[in-house]
């Protein structure tokens, strides 16, 4: 463990606990590296108490947490090639060696997979309120739109293996968002991660906390707001192909059954279009004719259990069929989403 992990602690404004961290991990890692992120004048005297144990990196100026790992790992993979991996902690004390050497362990079990250092959320209560909620939160918004299970989806103690340093080098995002994204980026790239339970430790009850709740669920909620936006886009566009292909193609072609002809063309051109959107939104990499037979299998029984539900739903209780149509298809909507991330767009192994 003492050379095949290094350790990084990004800093901003730090306390005199780093100095004690930076330590503590000396004696367990022979590679630290700690980046100053642009501190004032008045916290250097700390980053100098640590440059004989740690490699110090400096920002002139602040530019976020996100920019400060990348500092970090583009570092170690110029200076530390031979490392398996990294670990990352915060510098204010809420992470302990102990945990640290847990994680680690965990991670040389396995070096391709990426290990988080997870509190418990559910039980403790010596976690803040903010915190508590802010977390539960995110993790249960990310699991149902994104397909992503992880309790602790704030925390700063990660390993991370080497392979994906160069990758993650380039993941958008410079200051605390940039945490968020790189989990994104495990589940696009299909990097597998584990938790590992650790100790809850607040500082003056979490005041220094960044996380911002209403922040980082947008970034979960975009993923569903961008296939909301491709099912009533493919929506529009069937109700105009259906009127163009209705009154201007199909009606002097086939007089009898232009309604039918110009339904069956403008579903086909606006499937098309849903389907290629949702395979951008999932970001599938699944081959064309895989996804595009299951998507076209979904396709066709929504459509028939919309038809059937509505036809036996209206008859049985007397409600006009636009309002049961409206309910049904919102359900089926919701169905469908699932469906089409846990099974449509898969991710594979290319």
Same mark, same amino acid.
């Given at each position: 463990?003492?050379?095949?992990?290094a350790?990084?602690i990004?800093?901003?404004?730090p306390?005199?606990g780093?100095?004690?961290?930076?330590?503590?991990?000396?004696e367990?890692?022979?590679?630290?590296?700690v980046?100053?992120d642009?501190?004032?004048?008045?916290f250097?005297?700390?980053?100098?108490?640590v440059?004989?144990?740690?490699v110090?990196?400096?920002?002139e100026?602040?530019k976020?947490?996100?920019?400060a790992?990348?500092?970090a790992?583009?570092?170690?993979?110029?200076?530390?090639?031979?490392?398996k991996?990294v670990?990352t902690?915060?510098?204010d004390?809420?992470?302990?060696?102990a945990?640290?050497?847990?994680?680690c362990e965990?991670?040389?079990?396995?070096?391709?997979?990426?290990v988080?250092?997870?509190?418990d959320?559910?039980s403790d209560e010596?976690?803040?309120?903010?915190?508590?909620?802010?977390n539960?939160?995110?993790?249960?918004?990310?699991?149902?739109f994104?397909?992503?299970?992880?309790?602790?989806?704030?925390?700063?103690?990660r390993?991370i293996p080497?392979?994906?340093?160069?990758?993650?080098?380039?993941v958008?995002g410079?200051?605390y968002?940039?945490?968020?994204?790189?989990? =994104?980026?495990?589940?696009?790239?299909? *990097?597998?991660?584990?938790?590992? $339970?650790i100790?809850? /430790?607040? &500082?003056?009850?979490? !005041?220094?906390?960044?996380?911002n709740?209403?922040v980082?669920?947008?970034?979960?909620?975009?993923?569903?707001?961008?296939?909301?936006?491709?099912?009533f886009?493919?929506?529009?566009?069937?109700?105009l192909? =259906?009127g163009?292909f209705?009154?201007? *193609?199909?009606k002097?072609?086939? $007089?009898?059954?232009f /309604?039918? &002809?110009?339904?069956? !063309?403008?579903r086909?051109?606006?499937?098309i279009?849903?389907y290629s959107?949702?395979?951008?939104?999932f970001?599938?990499?699944?081959?064309?004719?895989?996804?595009?037979?299951?998507?076209?299998?979904?396709?066709l029984?929504?459509?028939?259990?919309?038809?059937?539900?509505?036809?036996?739903?209206?008859?049985?209780?007397? &409600?006009?069929?636009?309002?049961v149509?409206?309910?049904?298809?919102?359900v089926?909507?919701?169905?469908?989403?699932?469906?089409?991330?846990?099974?449509?767009?898969?991710p594979?192994?290319?």
């Amino acid at each position: 463990m003492k050379e095949e992990i290094a350790v990084i602690i990004p800093a901003y404004d730090p306390e005199d606990g780093m100095i004690r961290l930076v330590e503590e991990c000396k004696e367990v890692f022979a590679n630290i590296i700690v980046v100053d992120d642009g501190c004032a004048d008045s916290f250097q005297h700390l980053f100098k108490a640590v440059e004989d144990k740690a490699v110090v990196l400096h920002h002139e100026v602040n530019k976020g947490k996100g920019r400060a790992l990348k500092t970090a790992f583009s570092y170690v993979l110029e200076k530390l090639p031979d490392v398996k991996g990294v670990l990352t902690l915060d510098a204010d004390g809420q992470h302990t060696v102990a945990d640290s050497i847990r994680c680690c362990e965990k991670f040389l079990e396995d070096p391709s997979r990426a290990v988080f250092g997870c509190r418990d959320f559910e039980s403790d209560e010596k976690i803040p309120p903010r915190s508590r909620f802010g977390n539960r939160l995110t993790s249960r918004l990310m699991k149902f739109f994104c397909d992503i299970s992880l309790s602790d989806t704030q925390t700063g103690l990660r390993v991370i293996p080497a392979a994906v340093l160069k990758e993650l080098t380039e993941v958008a995002g410079d200051r605390y968002e940039y945490e968020m994204n790189m989990i =994104f980026f495990f589940k696009e790239h299909l *990097i597998a991660f584990t938790e590992v $339970p650790i100790q809850v /430790i607040y &500082i003056e009850n979490n !005041a220094s906390s960044h996380f911002n709740p209403i922040v980082d669920s947008i970034k979960i909620y975009a993923i569903f707001f961008k296939f909301v936006i491709s099912s009533f886009g493919s929506a529009i566009l069937d109700l105009l192909l =259906f009127g163009l292909f209705s009154k201007y *193609i199909f009606k002097g072609l086939f $007089p009898a059954y232009f /309604i039918e &002809i110009s339904t069956a !063309a403008a579903r086909v051109c606006s499937g098309i279009f849903n389907y290629s959107f949702n395979r951008s939104i999932f970001k599938s990499r699944s081959r064309v004719a895989k996804s595009g037979s299951r998507y076209l299998l979904l396709w066709l029984v929504q459509m028939l259990l919309s038809a059937y539900i509505v036809k036996f739903l209206t008859a049985i209780t007397g &409600i006009t069929p636009v309002f049961v149509k409206i309910v049904t298809d919102t359900v089926l909507f919701f169905i469908s989403y699932k469906i089409q991330q846990l099974w449509v767009f898969k991710p594979e192994r290319t």
